[in-house]
């Protein structure tokens, strides 16, 4: 028998002019690109108080369209976690370049600055942080030890989309930042993505490799090798929609972070996400460890009360597997990777869930969590 309760991890919300705007978009016929392709990049730009934003078809080749704006290639090694959703190291290989796999912050589980002194070499040419589930990483310690190694810092900020960092929007610190405006994300397009500098000449280099490398004002000539990573108006419409409702998006998952801390700080062999004081999150998803200090046992507990979980109808989802577990990624063992990708779960986090439904899902882990063995 299926449960009557179904609470799903994560679900798009349409506010609905999202309707309105698309068929504004399909009746003019511009249903490649557009002018709300142009509004979304402006509107994100001075939400993130940054100087260029780039729309692109997906938040992957986002980060593949920021590392070939930035020239890296070939020879060329980036620092990367090994905890981390995959698209960062799968776009640092696929263009050619080398990862080297630094071990994450214990307490927030992003990279850990001092990871760049250990493995910076002559050849390494830039720190790519991950900010995970609304996190942002420690990037005051990245761009300073960034800087002493003459690294570029690329921010991968598909799961921190408006969250801040001493002010300042995840993305718009280091270099270049990336964002996903995949269903699941905080703002989104269906698929979609965008790429964020104050850098004029870079804004400008990815803008030509994302349309085939063609120089500007001179069609069907090529300078440099290009891509088609173009997003169409269609889905830029639903984005410009979107953005129109920022400010409730955001005090909405304010309110749900808020309502997991306060039911699960004190909940015993649990440990929330750590967010330091330099950040101002805007939560993707709540993410907590169960803590367990041997991996094999901590990895089939985890995994027990996740199937448990989805027997009271409420869907979760487990880590992102250490990148030294998975055959193409040639990467060491790192102990705090290890531990977080064994025992950190994330619970369902999405615009209008209820605080009946926080309720029932922190009662219903708790319950789980205490008789996982
Ligand atoms: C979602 C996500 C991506 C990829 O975005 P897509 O739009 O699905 O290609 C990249 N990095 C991180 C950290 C993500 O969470």
Redesign the pocket.
């Known amino acids: 028998m299926t449960n009557p309760v179904h609470i799903p991890w994560a679900q798009p919300k349409l506010f609905g002019n999202e309707e309105a705007m698309v068929l504004d978009a399909l009746r003019s016929v511009w249903i490649s690109g557009g002018p709300y392709v142009q509004r979304l990049e402006r509107v994100a730009a001075e939400r993130m108080q940054v100087a260029e934003a780039v729309a692109v078809s ?3 080749v986002a ?1 593949e369209l920021a590392l070939r704006g930035l020239g890296i290639g070939p020879g060329d090694e980036v620092i990367v976690p090994g905890f ?2 995959v ?2 190291a799968n776009m640092v290989l696929s263009v050619g370049a080398t990862p080297l796999y630094a071990d994450i912050d214990e307490q927030s589980w992003l990279l850990d600055p001092d990871e760049i002194d250990r493995l910076a070499t002559p050849r390494t040419k830039a720190v790519l942080p ?1 900010h ?1 589930y609304g996190n942002v990483a420690e990037m005051d310690a990245i761009t300073s030890r960034a800087k002493a190694h003459g690294l570029v810092v690329l921010e ?1 900020a ?2 921190a989309a408006f969250s801040r960092f001493d002010g300042k929007c995840a993305g718009t610190i280091g270099n270049v930042g990336t964002f ?3 269903a699941t ?1 905080t703002i989104t397009t269906g ?1 979609g ?1 965008l790429v964020v500098t104050n850098d004029a000449g870079l804004a400008q280099r990815m803008r030509v490799i994302r349309d085939h490398g063609m120089r500007q004002g001179k069609r069907y000539w090529h300078d440099v090798v290009g891509y088609n990573f173009r997003l169409t108006n269609l889905q830029a419409a639903i984005g410009c929609a979107q953005l129109e409702h920022l400010d409730d998006i955001m005090a909405d998952r304010r309110r749900i972070h808020a309502l997991y801390r306060n039911a699960l700080n004190a909940c015993a062999g649990v440990r929330l996400q750590h967010f330091s004081q330099h950040v101002d999150p805007v939560l993707w998803v709540i993410a907590a460890l169960i803590e367990d200090d041997d991996l094999s046992r901590q990895r089939s507990r985890r995994d027990r009360i996740m199937a448990a979980m989805l027997e009271d109808g409420i869907e979760t989802r487990p880590g992102f597997y250490a990148l030294s577990l998975m055959p193409p990624y040639d990467a060491p063992d790192l102990p705090r990777v290890l531990a977080a990708s064994a025992g950190v779960i994330s619970l369902p986090t999405f615009f209008g869930l209820t605080e009946q439904q926080i309720g029932y899902i922190c009662d219903r882990f708790r319950h789980h969590v205490h008789n996982a063995g």
């Open positions: 997906n938040g992957t980060v981390t959703f698209a960062a991950v995970l991968d598909a799961e996903s405006l995949h994300k698929e993505g």
